[in-house]
């Protein structure tokens, strides 16, 4: 009865069963059959050319982009909340050689182009500063709320007009998409995102992240930076074969719908007065006292304890409905 991360949830049986036919001899790094397949099933995902990248983490598909987007001397702009900030241990530094991240306010870690627009004014067009070359945008954000197709596309306006780098950290894509029904194409290259880290982990995957470029110019030097940087795989065919598997029958959107179901049936015993923020993907933002937790807890619950008074709840794709429906009761009964 655990809800404390999606990253903790098992592997998808698609995604067991894709590394035992891998296991079996073919071309060593990205060579192999698996690996040359990726652009392809990326492609007639996102129904334009892509260029498709297997890394291990979250964070290395996140700061590879960056490092593509922003030279050492620049700023990425990004939510003061945003994971490259406040979860990866000063990684998008590591990867870019120094770039700066340049940390912005937003209503439920939501980015607002008249927002980004001011960051931009701020900034003198002098060598006296660092200026903006990249922005950062999290689908869906850290507080569990989705961007819209339009609402990308007004960022994506902002950021070709100050000539800005695009990046989506999609660590909970398939949970934006599944939540608005709208298509992957539309709430990224066609409304202006270059770069998008396409989380799998958390969607069924085992130790595979997908980093996909929309433009496909910035791949090349990147394949010399996931080497330099040490994830490059030699056996990468077991890393391909799990993304291919959760793209196979769009089990990464059924997957991403399960979780969001899972937490609107929480979200629901909640109610309004409880939620920090509106559940618009599998995360829960609830208000509760040490002592309501502490209750939850003792019930056999597992959660997060997220700023004072409030509790994360998360909800995974395989989630047990049964435990769903227990611990909604419980926080019925608080």
Known sequence: MRFFSDNAAACHPAVLDALAEANRLDTAYDGDAWSRRL???????????VRALWVTTGTAANCLALAALCPPEGAILCHRDAHIEVDEAGAPGFFTHGAKLTLLEGEGAKLLPETIEAACDRVRADVHQVQPHALA?????????????????????VAKRRRLGFHMDGARFANAVASTGESPADVTWRAGVDSLSFGFVKNGGMSAEALIFFDTALADETLRRRKRS??????????????????????????GRAANAAATALAEAAGSERLVHPVEANELFVRMTPAEAARLRAAGYDFYDWGPGEARLVTSWDQDMAAVAGLAEAIRAL
């Open 230 to 255: 040490g994830h490059l795989l030699s056996k990468g065919r077991y890393l391909a074969a799990q993304l291919l598997a959760l793209l196979e029958d769009d089990r990464w959107l059924a997957n």
């Open 137 to 157: 945008v999290t689908n869906a954000s850290e507080y569990g709320l989705v961007y819209r197709a339009a609402e990308v596309a007004a960022i994506g306006e």
């Open 39 to 49: 652009d392809g099933a990326f492609s007639d995902l996102f129904e334009t050319p």
